[in-house]
Nanobody, 127 residues
Framework: QVQLVESGGGLVQAGGSLRLSCTAS????????MAWFRQAPGQEREFVAA????????YYADSVKGRFTVSRDNAKNTVYLQMNSLKPDDTAVYYC????????????????????WGQGTQVTVSS
């Protein structure tokens, strides 16, 4: 079992930055692809970014490309989401997720492929 805990959310003005962190329990962190999803009020959960377990390949939703950066530090069992140039429509609860040994590109975008989820952290971007 893997437990994921997100942190770093908060209130920021449009154009500002936040860095989210997600720390995992266990000794197998390096074998999990890690991802960030978000859900805004009244909206469906959507993919934001992911990073593969074996080669560190990154994936991004079109809406955040060029603004967000996902990274991981396996020694710290932590994945990060650096969010720059934030917009009001980035406002959502952000969730991290872990997927065991995902080995194709398309799986990283699919929430059904992820085995574990964090509790979420609120990000609010004001105009």
């Amino acid at each position: 079992q893997v437990q994921l805990v997100e942190s770093g959310g908060g209130l920021v003005q449009a154009g500002g930055s936040l860095r989210l962190s997600c720390t995992a329990s266990g000794r197998t962190f390096g074998f999990f692809a890690m991802a960030w999803f978000r859900q805004a009020p009244g909206q469906e959960r959507e993919f934001v970014a992911a990073i593969s377990w074996n080669r560190g390949i990154t994936y991004y939703a079109d809406s955040v490309k060029g603004r967000f950066t996902v990274s991981r530090d396996n020694a710290k069992n932590t994945v990060y989401l650096q969010m720059n140039s934030l917009k009001p429509d980035d406002t959502a609860v952000y969730y991290c997720a872990a997927g065991w040994a995902l080995n194709d590109r398309y799986s990283h975008y699919d929430p059904d492929k992820y085995d574990y989820w964090g509790q979420g952290t609120q990000v609010t971007v004001s105009s």
